[in-house]
């Protein structure tokens, strides 16, 4: 890494960061948005990707195939001028439509009133357009283990089990932890029929099944990808067709006809269900050298649909600082560290709470009611109460922020709760003795 | 590492477990006490150490020089031979002496029923006697970064920066966390006076300073070594000679004397003060071969003295595993892991609590009230009224035992707090009833 220093020529009207070399490792989604966001600046940017350039590469087994794009992503696909394109595509997500026992469906919209949804999008396709902006396939270059390359500031978007995390994680002061859960998951397909979707189309599908669930998420060629998540115990103790069938047949009997016997049998054998595991680190830069962004710097399980919008907001967030006047690059990296890590681990959290809710919450009653009031209040106080999942999806309020607004949320309710039953039992008491009196009349 | 397979010869008389060759890495307490164990089974057992041998080193700055040897290391030694030989030379520490910071000093007694106590046993001569009951400085082999070796089994004793958990970090479900405080801490040395001990020797000397402490332990050479643990912030503000004096006079007025101003401005200001972390994961081996011992499986920050004792606790325990008759290298090493991590995890944490106790809570009357308590419940009740501290230091009871029941006792004396608290109420109360009638009379 070149030594060079980094000063602020501090003309207090532009960034004062001068323009350097950069290397950016890995050209996934949030890789090669954040090459974009520099070549744009004007930077000198080398992007580099260890895997085959995705274009012509075939779908890669174990890493999904589509993905739920809200706020975050969109506003930082929109600061890239991207965000018509990919929405011109990607299929809108109205609500969770969920899937009982028994085969019977019904919809919880997730914002009933101001009609904002998720959008699914193919990684493969917001990959290429991605790197299509910025990158032929000539300029994207390799990443090898031995290779030796010279760069002022390396970009981390090299993923969960990132190269550059692995150097930084050796110094002083460096947090770190991994934790993997105890369920895998398996990726199977609802293929379309008849050139159309087997199910609604505008929908994220949940099979709730308190341990364990399945969801599925529409794609451009009207099938739906669906993710088995469960105990890697369950899986193992699936051995045979047969048990496999009984097992779909006991949990999932309404999308078993639909998934197809013989093509599920195929895809469930044929790969091994994929670990899940949670990241967390602080801080995310070293120096003015290095920086990590996206899951390199906060993998999270896929619960809340926030991988992908959490790091392409990383990059919303570390340009937005590194614009402003007069800042050096090491404060611009520090700021990002210090403006970000308690976000990031507050989603990290939120995404294994919210797979909980999933699987188990959603069915409950308590959960019905809670979304109700929710829904209720949001409807009259849109700009004060935002519910928990529409402030995390439908803004781009800081992560932390949602939690902290849920805290309160629910202290007001809980306070409205006893009210209501101070006052009903004062109202009770009040009566009864009324009552008494007129009895004594 | 070699690939031949570990069978059970299930004889059912003794440990099933052939006789391997065993690659221990890391020469310090633990690694010298694991390689003694092998060898004394029978096993081939190379022994590794990156650094020089330390009988012919000089003491490497940064490692305290003395720990306090407790319960769980003497155990451990007893089982091969060597307690008696380092309880001879150590020093019996039987309780803190808490210096105020007008220089007053109190006694707080370990265990005034039992007289159990600590003993202050030197870093070097403990290694030593490890190395020496199985060692030739000859026999010690280089442990270096391209080298190559073969053996069945590899113990990782190898330190909170460990190079065999390095490696096992990239395996599928190894959950990993590493946590820096934001305290540092630097050694100081009260040296002896007259060929006498400055302070009373059989002491563990803490000065507690709510966000700050310095603690003293004493030496075979009668100078004491002294450990001062502070944010680095405040570190870092202690710029001169001046800030420094000027310190020690505002906190530690009466070490100042015995540490000698000339001698403490050359220690403080010739090294830098040392990160402390806490590392903690899980699984601790792979397979059957591989297995972390020590800090490299728990490294914790150093205030409960319990490092060095739940490294030679693993020992213990994973021998007495390896004995058992019938068991296979592989079950052993998962029972390992499996018996040991929550109550590894377990210690980590109460370290990091005991910082607090230490520094804040030692001075509070609350915390004089519930140890004269608890010291008065443990006089009645020996066997089962253990306080938390006793039973991590003077037993060998599972630390996360020690833990559920401190919560127990916490229960018991807040019950028998509301007990007294509603008889006080109710005599009151009829006491003043009582006065009344007398009145009327």
């Not at 003309?11 to 954040?34: E, F, R, T």
């Not at 990290?348 to 979304?371: G, H, I, P, Q, S």
Request: net charge positive; charged share 20%.
């Amino acid at each position: 890494m070149s030594e060079k220093l980094v000063q602020s020529t501090g003309n207090g009207l532009h960034s004062s960061i001068p323009k350097l070399n950069v290397a950016v490792i890995g050209a996934g989604l949030v890789g090669s948005l954040a090459a974009l966001n520099f070549a744009r600046k004007g930077y000198e940017v080398d992007l580099y990707e260890y895997r085959q350039d995705i274009r012509t590469a075939e779908l890669v087994q174990g890493r999904s195939i589509n993905l739920a794009l809200s706020q975050r992503g969109r506003e930082a696909l929109a600061e890239v001028g991207l965000e018509d394109e990919i929405l011109s595509t990607a299929i809108p997500m109205r609500g969770r439509m969920l899937h009982d026992i028994k085969g019977n469906t019904s919809i919880v919209l997730y914002d009933p009133c101001t009609k904002q949804c998720l959008y699914s999008v193919g990684r493969k396709h917001l990959n290429e357009v991605l790197l299509n902006a910025g990158y032929t396939s000539k300029s994207l270059k390799p990443f090898q283990e031995d290779a030796e390359a010279k760069a002022d500031l390396i970009v981390g978007c090299d993923g969960a089990f990132s190269a550059v995390r692995q150097q930084m994680i050796k110094n002083y002061g460096f947090n770190f932890s991994q934790e993997y859960i105890e369920h895998g998951y398996l990726e199977l397909c609802i293929p379309a029929k008849n050139n159309e979707f087997q199910m609604p189309a505008n929908y994220l599908h949940i099979w709730p099944r308190d341990t364990f669930m399945m969801i599925a998420l529409p794609n451009q060629d009207k099938s739906f990808t669906v993710t088995l998540s469960m105990p890697f115990k369950v899986f193992s103790d699936i051995k045979t067709p047969k048990d496999l069938l009984e097992f779909f047949i006991k949990y999932y009997v309404d999308a078993l006809p639909l998934l197809g016997e013989e093509r599920l049998i195929k895809d469930f054998f044929k790969s091994k269900p994929q670990y899940l595991l949670s990241i967390k680190c602080n801080p995310y830069h070293y120096k003015s050298k290095a920086v990590l962004l996206g899951d390199a710097a906060h993998a999270m399980v896929p619960y809340y649909g926030q991988g992908m919008n959490a790091g392409m907001e990383d990059c919303s967030l570390l340009f937005s600082i590194i614009n402003q006047t007069g800042i050096t690059l090491d404060k611009a990296l520090l700021q990002f560290t210090e403006s970000r890590w308690r976000d990031a681990h507050a989603i990290c959290d939120l995404a294994m709470y919210n797979y909980v809710e999933m699987r188990d919450l959603t069915k409950r009653v308590t959960f019905k009611c809670r979304k109700f009031l929710d829904t209720t209040l949001f409807r009259f106080f849109p700009t004060i109460w935002v519910p928990l999942y529409n402030s995390v999806s439908f803004t781009t309020m800081p992560y932390n922020k949602c939690i902290a607004n849920r805290k309160w949320q629910d202290k007001i309710l809980r306070n409205i709760f006893y009210a209501v039953l101070s006052g009903a039992l004062v109202t009770g008491t009040a009566l009864y003795v009324m009552n008494l009196q007129n009895f004594d009349r």
